[in-house]
């Protein structure tokens, strides 16, 4: 055997060795993996980032409505399987809806877990960069739900609530309540800014809460709509502010929260897609009240206070504008002192949109005065007697 025969047969053997069989399909009938939607070709696991990307029209939708899907990619593909599947239950292997192809040469529907065209998959293996077909909700899409998780410190409550403004009052909202070794959640409407009031909880279903490591944790369903529209429930379709407080309870008992709530920075859709929020807990003009605060009395009035008291002696020949350089500067300070107080001490007022409402007439008059003397107090210290 010559020396190139050897190599050959080296070759050939190798390659035995080496081969392993991959499943095809390239009719594109796979509704045998409709479940678990896995390829099965037997080959490694990609572990880059995917090439493709699937887009609609829209995020939201009602009963029936139609909504373009788009499969894409930067690169050519040849098998695919598209289905819906409901985002509040995704351990549920189930398809949702039908399609409608727009092109019947490339693409075909599948029938999955009994359900005629909730499926579409390729119809040979001519590649193709693109796939565009129509997705109907089906009839029941109202009542589809949504999963919320809360989790937070264990010493009293978690709560988070929808709202159409930032400001606390006609909110619905969901609380999870440490009661002893138990937590309790429940659903509850604030009218104002008063104690949450208990609403009726046959809305929430599929209720687990955990207390452990210091910390709560509760997970409970909610549908999108409601078939007995609840006033103080909301649509989870529409946009909300959200808003986070945590707090002491004590026996089951909320208390005040015991820091502001945490506010999302935009409104936003419930059932949408997934977004990361932002939020704060106080809005810029209270920040703006804190720096105006701050700049008054730890800076020009304290320098102007330091001028008075110390540069007296050393500009006593020197003047400004017909008075002593040190009583210009201090002066001036001084005056921009009181300017930042009353601007900073009003900016609470306009954000709360006039006084604060008391309800009882003895804190009402104890407020007030304290109030009274806070202006006292502020306008007696902006000037330094000479």
Known sequence: MSPVDVCCLFFICVLACCWEPAG???????????????????????????????????????????????????????????????????????AVG??????PQRTQLLTCNKHQGSAVSHTGDVSQREVVVTWTAPTNASSQSVVFELSGPAEGYVSFALSWDTWMGNDDVYMCVKDGARVSVSAAFVSGRTHPEDESQSALSSVLWRLADGVIQCRFRRPVKLANQEAARYDLDQEYF????????????????SLQPLISTQRKVITGPHEVLTGSRSPIIIKMHGALMLVAWMLTGSVGTFIASFYKSDWTNHSLLGQKIWFQV?????????TLTIVGFCLPFFYRKGWSEVHHARKHKNTQAHTHTLIFWLFGNVWVVL
Request: charged fraction near 15%.
């Open 24 to 94: 095809c399909y390239a009719s594109g009938k796979v509704t045998k993996v409709c479940g678990s939607m896995e390829p099965h070709h037997r080959g490694p696991v990609e572990t880059t980032p995917s090439p493709y990307s699937l887009e609609t029209n829209t995020t939201t939708f009602s009963p029936t409505d139609r909504i373009q899907v788009i499969l894409s990619g930067t690169s050519y593909f040849k098998g695919f399987l598209l289905e819906a599947r409901d985002a509040a239950d995704q351990s549920s292997a189930s």
């Open 98 to 103: 039908t399609f409608t192809l727009t092109n």
């Open 242 to 257: 959200l808003f986070v407080a945590s707090g002491y309870a004590e026996h089951g008992l909320v208390w005040k929260h």
């Open 330 to 338: 201090h002066r001036g300070l001084m005056v921009l002192t009181l």
